[in-house]
């Protein structure tokens, strides 16, 4: 008899298969078990029924305790009631692994003690079905930039300098010398475009991020696409057409995860529409003033999350915010051709209260203006004399910007925080286990 997973129980209705499962939760009483069973693609439900097994299988299938795993053989038959839809009537039980008491029982458990038991508390379904579709996220992304002619640059994890700002730098050592954690690959992106046009990078970043937030990690990933002979308003359409890439990629390849989820594909499907909706950091700041609910909010300020999630819920979509002011971004973004106090830019601001989940901009191309940027910021000019190269030789208006995966994921899946959107989230007071 093949072994099969359990997702592919829909091509075996009717037939006997054999199983590799772990026992999540069980109900009987004196005729019939009900066995709750995973195994890592779906969660379904095994059916013992005594009169059919006999007293011993019976048994010791009453006897079964949380997470501990064996093989079953049955045969698989419809279950219309099930978010899955599908069941096996078990003929055979094979032990493999005894479990211990385990710690997560039904009953409702706090963060806290969630967090302490991660590597255990992923086997949940509402942790397999996020981790399918940061999967599928993923999938999606690969395909998109594939697509659409771009090469995968990977940018280093250990740098030297530090483009976002120092406040929020991991430090090490590098031999006798310092180096940090990379808060973003987007200067090394900028020298991948000028060699190959279109690239993007896809790997794990690093802030220290000193405040608790919902949507803040210290160590979350990020996709960094940059583009050579590329304008903001161009850079702007890759944005909105990847983003509802993803969202087409969850609603085509994860319903039953979204079912596991509680998260109305309805609500994504809006998110599909393209364009989305495109205002100034101008109109945005005359939006809240005239809400009257941000206080003497006044233009010049960096928006948070009840700012972003304001702006956000008058579209009901995912709205870009272009050219903010200059002090409150990074130095390589292109100055405004008629006005010095914004520069080319955009955040893309999730609907729901998720905020911003893209960051970008066309890039200064001026090694002059660079030069006093970086000066201006207080950072050291020697670091990013590899950097002003790309303007000396050949240079070309470009754009680029990076999307933060947990973000997206957190938006996506309808979760209420970060956390729950990467395997093992790094925070502020955790780094266990
Ligand atoms: P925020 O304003 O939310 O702090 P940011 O402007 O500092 O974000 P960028 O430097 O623009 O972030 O980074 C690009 C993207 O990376 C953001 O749009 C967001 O999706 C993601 N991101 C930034 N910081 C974090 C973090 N600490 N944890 C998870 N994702 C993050
Ligand atoms: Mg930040
Ligand atoms: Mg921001
Ligand atoms: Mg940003």
């Known amino acids: 008899m093949d072994t099969i997973n359990i997702i592919d129980a829909k091509n075996h209705v009717d037939q006997e298969v054999k199983i590799g499962v772990w026992l999540t939760n069980k109900r009987s009483s004196g005729k019939i ?70 710690p997560i029982t039904p009953k409702e458990h706090g963060v806290d003690f969630l967090m302490d038991h991660r590597h255990l508390w992923l086997r949940s379904k509402k942790q397999f079905a996020i981790m399918k579709i940061r999967n599928e996220m993923i999938r999606a992304t690969y395909e998109f930039f594939n697509r659409n002619g771009f090469i995968k640059i990977d940018a ?71 583009m050579a002979f590329m304008h903001q308003e161009q850079s702007l359409e890759i944005q909105e057409r990847y983003v509802a890439f993803l969202v087409q990629g ?61 702006l956000a819920e008058h579209f009901q979509l995912p709205v870009f915010v272009m050219n903010y002011p200059k002090a409150i971004k990074p130095f390589y973004m292109k100055p405004h051709p008629t006005r010095d106090d914004v520069v080319i830019c955009a955040d893309l601001l999730a609907p729901e209260g998720y905020g911003e989940i893209i960051g970008g901009s066309e890039r200064a191309v001026d090694p002059q203006y660079l030069t006093e940027q970086i000066k201006k910021a207080g950072l050291n000019e020697a670091d990013y004399e590899w950097y002003l190269d790309l303007r000396r030789y050949g240079s070309v208006p470009h754009a680029g910007f990076g999307l933060g995966l947990e973000r997206a994921i957190t938006w996506i899946t309808g979760e209420e925080h970060i956390r729950e959107s990467i395997p093992f989230p790094r925070l502020l007071n955790r780094i266990y286990p």
């Open 33 to 102: 078990a009900f066995l709750q069973l995973r195994d890592g693609t779906a969660y379904f439900q095994g059916v013992v029924v005594k009169s059919v097994v006999g007293e011993e299988l019976f048994k010791m299938a009453k006897e079964l305790r949380q997470e501990e795993s064996f093989y079953v053989t049955g045969t698989i038959h419809e279950d219309a009631r099930s978010h899955f839809g599908y069941e096996i009537e078990i003929s055979g039980i094979e032990k493999v692994g005894a479990s211990e008491d385990y």
């Open 156 to 226: 280093p994890i250990l740098t030297g300098s530090a483009p976002e700002g120092t406040t929020e730098l991991f430090h090490t050592k590098y031999f006798d010398r310092d180096a940090y954690l990379s808060q973003s690959g987007q200067l090394y992106e900028e020298a991948g475009a000028m060699a190959y046009g279109k690239v993007f990078s896809f790997g794990p970043t690093f802030r220290a991020e000193k405040s608790k937030t919902r949507r803040h990690l210290i160590e979350f990933w990020m996709i960094e696409p940059e």
């Open 250 to 310: 969850v609603l085509d390849n994860c319903q039953y995860e979204l079912k596991l989820l509680n998260r109305d594909p309805k609500v994504l499907e809006k998110y599909t529409k393209l364009p989305y909706p495109r205002i100034s950091y101008d109109e945005a700041i005359k939006m809240l003033q005239d809400s009257g609910k941000f206080g003497d909010l006044e233009w010049g300020v960096d928006f948070g999350s009840p700012e972003e999630t304001y």
